[in-house]
């Protein structure tokens, strides 16, 4: 049996797909994407995903090379990983999202006559995606771990909360060290004395491509962990508005890195 190939066709669908799929992925990590990269990543990995399957006469060894080599390509250009394991990570969802997509369209598609109701199958592996992003969401908040925490400062020690997000990986460039987010108005009074010098680091995250963050640094911080208490000399905060804190839960939104100490 013979099959007719339309490389504009294929290579349009895959690179919808693909740029949806990490389009999702980035929605399910809660992490900004640039749309520039998110096409380059796409582009990149359809062109040569079209090359290893006009080129590989072996398509075990075709899925093979898309699987290990093309997606994590696209991932690394998209994501912008800063270290090994936020791209294993990067890497995981956006693999889920690749293969849930992929199967969703593919399902719906044999049962409902093909390409002619393509959009609608889309449509519908986007709403699978959605509500996959949804349960991710939920776990994701169900290992989520508020901390009681003592911040040491030369003129005494605060009580506050701490929200520990793994998604924080923000660091100091300057003495590269994690950083913390803190409420403004828990450190407002000691800044406008001049009790905490102020300085600024680079950061492109907290809801916009890249920026200046204020920041301080303190004399220590304690995390109350269960069955002992965690100490971090040292620790840096970066000075945050009202609006990243307004479910009220907690002042500090501690670094992804605290718990390696």
């Known amino acids: 049996m013979e099959y007719?190939?339309?490389?504009?066709?294929?290579?349009?669908?895959?690179?919808?797909?693909?740029?949806?799929?990490?389009?999702?992925?980035?929605?399910?990590?809660?992490?900004?994407?640039?749309?520039?990269?998110?096409?380059?990543?796409?582009?990149?990995?359809?062109?040569?995903?079209?090359?290893?399957?006009?080129?590989?006469?072996?398509?075990?060894?075709?899925?093979?090379?898309?699987?290990?080599?093309?997606?994590?390509?696209?991932?690394?250009?998209?994501?912008?990983?800063?270290?090994?394991?936020?791209?294993?990570?990067?890497w995981a969802v956006a693999y889920l999202a690749f293969i849930m997509l992929g199967g969703v369209l593919e399902w719906m598609m044999q049962g409902m006559s093909g390409k002619k109701y393509f959009a609608f199958c889309l449509a519908g592996g986007l709403l699978a995606l959605h509500g996959a992003g949804k349960v991710l969401g939920y776990l994701k908040r169900e290992r989520e771990t508020i901390y009681?925490?003592?911040?040491?400062?030369?003129?005494?020690?605060?009580?506050?909360?701490?929200?520990?997000?793994?998604?924080n990986l923000l660091m100091d460039p300057l003495v590269n060290r994690p950083v913390h987010i803190i409420r403004k108005k828990v450190?407002?009074?000691?800044?406008?004395?001049?009790?905490?010098?102020?300085?600024?680091?680079?950061?492109?995250?907290?809801?916009?491509?890249?920026?200046?963050?204020?920041?301080?640094t303190l004399e220590g911080m304690y995390i109350m962990k269960e069955g002992h208490p965690l100490y971090l000399s040292k620790p840096v905060f970066g000075i945050a508005d009202e609006k990243l804190f307004q479910d009220g839960r907690c002042d500090v939104i501690l670094n992804g890195k605290s718990m390696d100490n």
């Open 187 to 216: 450190l407002c009074e000691n800044v406008q004395q001049g009790k905490l010098p102020v300085r600024l680091i680079p950061f492109h995250s907290l809801g916009q491509e890249s920026g200046l963050l204020e920041a301080v």
């Open 4 to 90: 007719e190939f339309y490389a504009d066709v294929w290579f349009l669908t895959n690179f919808i797909m693909d740029s949806i799929s990490l389009w999702v992925a980035g929605k399910w990590m809660k992490q900004r994407i640039q749309v520039g990269r998110l096409l380059l990543g796409s582009f990149v990995g359809t062109s040569v995903s079209m090359l290893l399957f006009l080129g590989l006469n072996d398509y075990t060894l075709y899925q093979i090379c898309v699987h290990f080599l093309v997606n994590p390509i696209m991932v690394y250009l998209c994501c912008r990983s800063r270290c090994k394991k936020e791209f294993l990570g990067q």
């Open 148 to 167: 009681d925490l003592l911040l040491v400062t030369g003129e005494g020690n605060i009580s506050v909360k701490g929200f520990y997000d793994t998604g």
